[in-house]
């Protein structure tokens, strides 16, 4: 049996996915809209499923769609994640070769464009075509944190979906505010650490297992604002849209001093450490590299 992710707290969302499907009025294109671990993406996945099951109760996570939609692995379901620190416009455009031809066996061919905000401007302009031009028994589904991270001519082509925020335990909520102003002042400070506060500070992190995807998400965000800060001094544009904003005048004395290659580098290794620690690699030692590759 395919395992459908539990989606808490978003019934409304919820709930207008299955009157457009009901009704047959799914537009070409969605936007869920939320901030991260608020379910947008399990949606998306849901929605597929629901979109090319073949029970009458959809999604069952029993037939061969559903299992091979939850085990990405179905022909006409296509999940696109950033490459690196952003989504690129080759990724895109092999996409566009993909909905050049017919679905292979799907009702519906559903594709997935997951953190669409990190899609670079070639990229952007790549997708409108599509979006302009909709291939037959496609949908086109984009995740964001919010509306104004994707070019105003995308947004009047998709239909907006939001996804609230899922209300935690107030001792959670401060424990993890706590956790995140933590790693961003030491984030802040590495390249200046010797290394055997590096190899601490890497001990620390790696401690915790439960909490480990969610630092790295963090620390992606803190070098992801660093990028964006950066390419909007080279253009002479204010930096808006930071992930961390109260720690706007650090990330933008970082962007400052810190060249473009060498933040895409650092990005780089943290996507590594993620994929690693997918792949069940000894945790120390990935975070222990992943300090120093920080820290260099």
Request: proline content about 5%; hydrophobic content about 45%; overall charge positive.
């Amino acid at each position: 049996m395919a395992e459908i992710a539990p989606i808490v707290g978003q019934e409304n969302a919820l709930s207008l996915l299955s009157v457009l499907l009901g009704k047959g009025r799914v537009p070409h294109a969605l936007l869920f809209t939320g901030i991260e671990g608020s379910g947008k993406r399990a949606a998306a996945i849901r929605f597929a499923m629901m979109c090319n099951c073949l029970s009458p109760d959809a999604p069952c996570g029993k037939c061969r769609s559903c299992r091979n939609i939850a085990s990405f692995v179905h022909p006409d379901v296509h999940l696109i994640e950033p490459s690196g620190a952003f989504i690129k416009i080759d990724q895109i455009r092999e996409l566009g070769n993909i909905l050049a031809m017919k679905p292979y066996e799907a009702k519906m061919r559903v594709v997935i464009i997951s953190g669409a905000q990190a899609m670079n401007p070639e990229a952007s302009n790549a997708l409108l075509k599509m979006l302009e031009e909709p291939p037959d028994r496609t949908i086109l589904i984009l995740t964001a944190r919010q509306k104004s991270d994707l070019l105003p001519t995308i947004l009047s082509r998709c239909q907006l979906i939001r996804f609230m925020p899922v209300l935690q335990n107030i001792e959670q909520d401060e424990d993890m505010v706590r956790q995140h102003e933590r790693l961003l002042n030491e984030l802040s400070s590495l390249s200046s650490k010797p290394i055997n506060a590096l190899l601490a500070f890497a001990e620390s992190l790696s401690k915790d297992k439960e909490r480990i995807g969610d630092d790295l998400n963090i620390i992606l965000s803190w070098f992801r604002d660093i990028a964006l800060c950066r390419f909007s001094l080279e253009k002479g544009q204010i930096c808006h849209h930071l992930r961390n904003p109260s720690m706007k005048e650090m990330i933008e004395a970082q962007a400052y001093n810190m060249p473009k290659e060498r933040i895409l580098k650092k990005i780089d290794a943290v996507y590594s450490a993620m994929k690693n620690i997918r792949a069940n690699s000894n945790l120390r030692l990935t975070i222990d590299l992943l300090v120093m590759r920080l820290a260099g």
